[in-house]
């Protein structure tokens, strides 16, 4: 009898069943397919939006809208296959490593036990799915607008952070492997890329700043620091910074090819008011991550021993979040040739993001060391792939 069946009574047949062994090699194809949906998401958050810009309204059954929920759909269903494998496994009385997606959790009574990762995003994907019928019910009420910050727009933006935080909770569970240290990385690189979106609902307080500023300071610091506390080594924001780098260089070429290629192949015009400036979700994301990531890396090895303590990241988080976001109203001055932040925006930007980066600081520290639990248990984890 092999690892992976069992036998069902005397002189039975030899029935397969879920084992650690099964779950332990599966477990990364799990954790990159809810990767995978996140990717594929993005793709379409960055192509629709462009679509809007350059095209206009349309109708909700278009491509990009089917990468979006295609993205979730993936997700949500690689969590569940997950949870049903992790299930089935412990029902046969498997113990399943904490490494595999995170702490389990028992959820409808007791009839699924499902890992902290995979049911957050799992739980997010689904969440997403249903915003999207909010979504089609809003615009045909209201019309097929383009603006962001629409209620049901920030649901489903929302919804795509759980997911997202959900596949960081499972590769963070299996740092112990190198693919869960890159794909810590490089969920957190899509983080850092597209959260920048839901701050666009900062614009209804009719600031005299680009108020997403204020969202970069505090991001950048928390995904920086974050990613460094759980791995445990100054050099990780650097390999986040370079993730996003190469995110933001392709999806700067291919949301504008893929929504003009689009219209063409539809028989849809462009606008006529088309100002050539930089593609809107590309634009969005911060471009000088890796000055802020070298920044983090040499004030971490600068604080020592210390450097993981909670007084240390949060100054830290304070200074980064300070030069985040004074960095993105560089930023947008730059890529908008906006002349209007004037010298008391960036000291108000500046100050603020003390107190956000103080903040983040703060929040990522005492967060990496919830995520350092379910990876830190004794069992055996084998050779790291």
Not at 111 to 118: E, H, I, K, Y
Request: hydrophobic share 55%.
């Amino acid at each position: 009898m092999n690892a992976e069946t069992s036998t069902a009574g005397t002189g039975a047949e030899q029935t397969p069943r879920i084992t650690r062994a099964v779950i332990e090699k599966y477990a990364p194809l799990g954790a990159y397919g809810v990767l995978l949906g996140s990717v594929v998401g993005a793709v379409g958050t960055t192509w629709d939006v462009e679509w809007h810009d350059d095209v206009g309204p349309d109708t909700f059954f278009t491509l990009p809208h089917l990468f979006l929920y295609s993205g979730s759909a993936i997700g949500g269903i690689t969590s569940l296959v997950m949870v049903l494998m992790v299930t089935a496994a412990q029902r046969v009385g498997e113990k399943v490593p904490r490494w595999v997606g995170g702490v389990p959790i028992r959820v409808f009574g007791g009839r699924f036990t499902a890992p902290l990762g995979f049911l957050l995003s799992g739980c997010g994907a689904a969440s997403f799915l249903m915003y999207g019928l909010l979504d089609l019910w809003w615009h045909t009420v209201y019309g097929f607008d383009a603006v962001l910050a629409s209620p049901p727009h920030f649901a489903l933006f929302v919804s795509g952070t759980v997911t997202d935080l959900g596949s960081i909770v499972t590769f963070a569970a299996a740092r112990r492997f190198r693919w869960g240290v890159v794909g810590l990385m490089a969920q957190a690189s899509l983080v850092a890329a597209m959260t920048a979106i839901p701050f666009t609902a900062l614009f209804l307080f009719k600031f005299d700043f680009n108020p997403i500023s204020l969202g970069s300071a505090f991001i950048v610091p928390l995904v920086l620091l974050l990613i460094a506390g759980v791995v445990r080594s100054t050099l990780a924001p650097l390999g986040v910074a370079v993730i996003m780098g190469a995110i933001q260089a392709i999806f700067w070429w291919f949301s504008p090819w893929a929504a003009h290629e689009y219209a063409a192949a539809v028989g849809l015009p462009l606008r006529d008011d088309l100002w050539g400036g930089p593609p809107t979700i590309p634009g969005m994301m911060p471009m000088f991550l890796a000055i802020f990531a070298v920044l983090a890396a040499g004030m971490l090895h600068l604080a020592g021993d210390r450097k993981w303590q909670r007084w240390p990241t949060t100054v830290i988080g304070a200074i980064l979040g300070s030069v985040a976001g004074m960095g993105y109203l560089l930023q947008g001055a730059m890529l908008y040739r906006q002349g209007t932040e004037t010298a008391s925006n960036y000291v108000t930007v500046g100050v603020a993001g003390l107190v956000l980066g103080a903040l983040a600081g703060f929040l990522a520290q005492r967060i990496a060391l919830m995520l350092r639990v379910p990876g830190s248990d004794a069992e055996t984890a084998g050779v790291a792939a």
